[in-house]
């Protein structure tokens, strides 16, 4: 048994060094591996994107007989695999229904030999248990013992807790209860362990039938910042200053934007100052997006101006910059995109603009939003994790590192974050400057006046609480006579940023409730607040601020 063993891992290595030319495993790889060609569990791979979560499941697959069903939810991720795989000479089709019948015949045939030398089928999630070819050749293939595997891509796109859920992926659950024998290998770079058990779950996959291969997500080599958005435009008038100054100058960087007109106008205000920068969002056809992906894989593009569609699948190494000109939707997305810069391994900066502005601009069109995976329990989850996105922001306290990868269950100690020379984050380099403060007496004084404001007014908002708070002098708090009100000017020393955070928390923690709605007329969003279910506080309320002088990181 021994000797089987051992030759068995010298055909494994065999094959890596020679087949995939690469030279040492990365971390987890080789565990994987070795446990998915044992063929007792299924596994599940947690991996940062870039760590190397495809060659867990293509080496397992040009080793073992029969044929492994890769279930990827983009054609362009497929598309990449299959290229790369056949590059290195590995026998692989992909069944996306782009093919034609005739394409699509020869695949199936080539499945039907009695020996098949095709090792990786990929397909799109949609075709499962819909499709009666497809169900006959999995039967076929099982019958035969040539069906190797079952692999999962994205395999988070299967829970509804997720930030990028598709109804096409419970469809898998279809292939477990088939085929209970067959190995399954999920693959993911984004999952929260809410996200994890929802998923093993799904899957019916118990903890003794499979194994958990978790790897630490923090990336040493990134940069985090927020900066809180000035004026109109600010934030990409300041990214063009970044773009063209010595940090930047001439190389490769993302800046991720709300919407595709956004999209538009920073790559026209980008080009117009002299940065080769080019637009990518859903708006463009097929051949175009090729095409902008080409050249930009190519370096022809210095920048590219891009809403959330861009980046799945595209393995760029010497991204040096990652910039949200508005919040991305959750922090798991946040996440993602940001770790699209340094995959090289070299530093790279992540930067973030954020506004109170944008945060209910987002949260509207959530709510607006009416299509059939936007129930009401989903638009809660969304929320919330924008919410959380928030609070990310105005945290000008904690590690970044910290709150990011406490998201995906890993306890990170900030004091790792401060030993970096190069790339701690803004809040870490900011550390000698923050304090513990109570802010419960502070937070009476705020339920007790947006109650009195939604009484007496019929409406609150949280610049308006700010403002009193702060003893704002403007003509519309004068006018209303808002100063007279007790809370007047009770937190003129507290900084802005510390209110606004201090209200996001009562909101987050159920202490206020936040209303939107929207100026039909001229499209204006307005946050009113009142005062939730229970007006009293049940716990102190403490914040760590910043004795820095406020924004000075902006
Ligand atoms: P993921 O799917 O986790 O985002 P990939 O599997 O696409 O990552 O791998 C990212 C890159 O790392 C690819 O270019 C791949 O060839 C490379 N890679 C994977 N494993 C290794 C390794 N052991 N040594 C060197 N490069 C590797
Ligand atoms: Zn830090």
Same mark, same amino acid.
Request: with cysteine; charged share 25%.
């Given at each position: ?14 094959? @890596?060094?020679?087949?995939? =030319? ?37 080496? +397992? ?35 996306? =229904? ?10 199936? !045939? ?14 799109? +999630?949609?075709? *499962? ?10 039967? /076929? ?14 395999? /988070? ?25 067959? +190995? ?26 499979? &194994?958990? @291969? ?12 927020? @900066? ?19 940090? @930047? ?67 760029? +190494? ?11 939707? #959750? *922090? ?12 090289? =391994?070299?530093? !790279? ?10 945060? *209910? &601009? ?5 709510? !607006? ?49 401060? &030993? ?11 550390? !000698? ?47 209303? =006579? ?34 939107? #709605? ?37």
């Amino acid at each position: 048994y021994r000797d089987k063993e051992f030759s068995h891992t010298k055909t494994m290595l065999e094959r @890596f060094h020679a087949l995939f =030319g690469l030279r040492k495993f990365r971390s987890n790889q080789k565990e994987a591996i070795d446990c998915a060609l044992e063929r007792r569990y299924h596994l599940f791979v947690l991996m940062p994107t870039g760590g190397g979560k495809s060659l867990c499941y293509q080496l +397992p697959a040009v080793l073992d007989p029969g044929i492994t069903f890769v279930v990827s939810p983009l054609r362009s991720l497929i598309l990449d695999q299959t290229q790369k795989l056949l590059s290195l000479g590995i026998p692989c089709a992909a069944l996306t =229904g782009d093919r034609t019948p005739a394409e699509v015949s020869a695949i199936y !045939a080539q499945c039907y030999a009695p020996k098949p030398k095709l090792k990786l089928v990929y397909i799109t +999630p949609e075709k *499962i248990g819909q499709s009666d070819q497809l169900n006959k050749l999995f039967s /076929h293939l099982y019958d035969n013992n040539n069906l190797a595997r079952f692999v999962v891509d994205e395999a /988070h796109c299967i829970s509804d807790w997720g930030h990028d859920f598709r109804p096409d992926y419970v469809k898998i659950g279809i292939l477990r209860d088939r085929y209970p024998r067959i +190995p399954f290998i999920l693959l993911t770079a984004t999952a929260t362990p809410r996200v994890q058990r929802d998923m093993l779950h799904q899957m019916k996959l118990d903890r003794h039938i499979s &194994k958990l @291969f978790i790897q630490s997500f923090n990336r040493s080599n990134l940069v985090y910042k927020c @900066f809180l958005k000035g004026k109109t435009d600010g934030a990409l008038a300041r990214t063009a200053q970044l773009c063209l100054s010595e940090q @930047f100058v001439g190389l490769c960087g993302i800046v991720y934007c709300f919407s595709r007109a956004e999209c538009e106008k920073s790559a026209a205000y980008l080009t117009n100052i002299g940065v080769t920068a080019q637009a990518y969002h859903a708006g463009l056809i097929d051949q175009e997006r090729t095409d902008v992906q080409t050249r930009w894989a190519n370096d022809e593009y210095q920048v590219i101006c891009a809403t959330i569609a861009f980046g799945m699948g595209i393995d760029k +190494p010497n991204v040096r910059f990652v910039i949200h000109l508005s919040m991305p939707k #959750s *922090i798991e997305g946040y996440y993602q995109e940001s770790g699209r810069a340094g995959r090289d =391994g070299e530093q !790279a900066y992540c930067y973030l603009f954020y506004s109170y502005q944008d945060f *209910i &601009k987002t949260k509207r069109l959530i709510m !607006a939003e009416q299509s059939a995976n936007a129930t009401n329990e989903a638009k809660k989850v969304r929320i919330h994790n924008l919410h959380c996105v928030y609070a990310y922001c105005l945290n000008n306290v904690d590690c970044r590192r910290t709150l990011l990868l406490e998201y995906f269950g890993e306890q990170y100690l900030s004091s790792q974050c401060k &030993k970096y020379t190069e790339t701690r984050c803004d809040n870490c380099c900011n550390v !000698a400057e923050t304090k513990l403060v109570d802010f419960t007496v502070c937070a009476k004084h705020v339920i007790s006046l947006v109650d009195q404001l939604t009484k007496q007014f019929k409406s609150a908002t949280i610049n308006q609480v700010i403002d009193i708070l702060k003893g704002s002098k403007q003509r519309a708090i004068i006018d209303a =006579g808002l100063d007279k009100l007790e809370q007047f000017n009770i937190a003129e020393e507290v900084s802005r940023n510390s209110l606004e955070r201090l209200l996001s928390k009562l909101i987050l923690d159920g202490y206020l409730h936040q209303d939107i #709605s929207i100026n039909d007329a001229y499209g204006t969003v307005t946050a009113y607040i009142r005062v939730g279910k229970t007006n009293m506080l049940s716990t102190p309320i403490t914040l760590s601020v910043c004795t820095k002088k406020e924004n000075s990181n902006a």
